[in-house]
């Protein structure tokens, strides 16, 4: 729902080189993130349009409003969840809002399906320093990220065990499925992602993150 990353160094995903090409994904249809349950296939990242209005909304807001929360739920549980986090943070009724909701709802529907899952847990949360800024593989098995507000997820591909010279970006508001080390790519192409650095910026992120618990 915003612009891909400016920062010097960058690439959007949509204008990524051919990196091992069948280790990401990146299709114009929530269907194509189905790619994820194939062998090679490291990430899957729906591309879409910005939402008219939203990206100036939300970045208008006092980071104070923005909802912070970690809970576990069944998939249908996820709207009325999110609307309860909305207004305790004091998040301001608008058409925007109301978006936002209906957007991490969806997204959750559509993460559980294709992870055939029962429960999910939730994270939204407010980033404003440096989070995992070393490039890395999570020990989740599958997890799906979503940036609302500020820098999207960097990732890039080692080589020979190195950091790759070309980092990518995610374009904020565009979904990206990963697969873990529980769950790796076969031939493992190298593929690495970490959180954008933002220390000393005032930058302040809203990230979604949906991953399938082990237990609920």
Known sequence: MARPSRQAGLTPACRMADDAASALVVTDTPGGLGAIHRPETAAAIWRRRPVAGFRPWIDGLDPACLP???????????????????????????????????????????????????????????????ACRKFHVDILTAWLVSTYRGSGTHYGFAVDGRESERIHAVPAGAPIVLRGRPWPPRPDPGF?????????????????????????
């Open 68 to 130: 912070a929360a970690r809970v576990i739920l069944r998939p249908a549980q996820a709207r009325a969840a999110v609307a309860a986090i909305c207004d305790a943070a004091g998040m301001p009724a608008a058409r925007e809002r109301d978006r936002l909701i209906d957007d991490i709802a969806a997204l959750a529907d559509l993460f559980a399906g294709l992870m055939h899952a029962t429960f999910l847990r939730l994270r939204l949360d407010v980033v404003t320093t440096d």
């Open 192 to 216: 690495r992602h970490r959180s954008p650095p933002i220390a000393g910026t005032d930058e302040t992120r809203l990230v979604l993150v949906l991953d399938p618990p082990v237990e609920p």
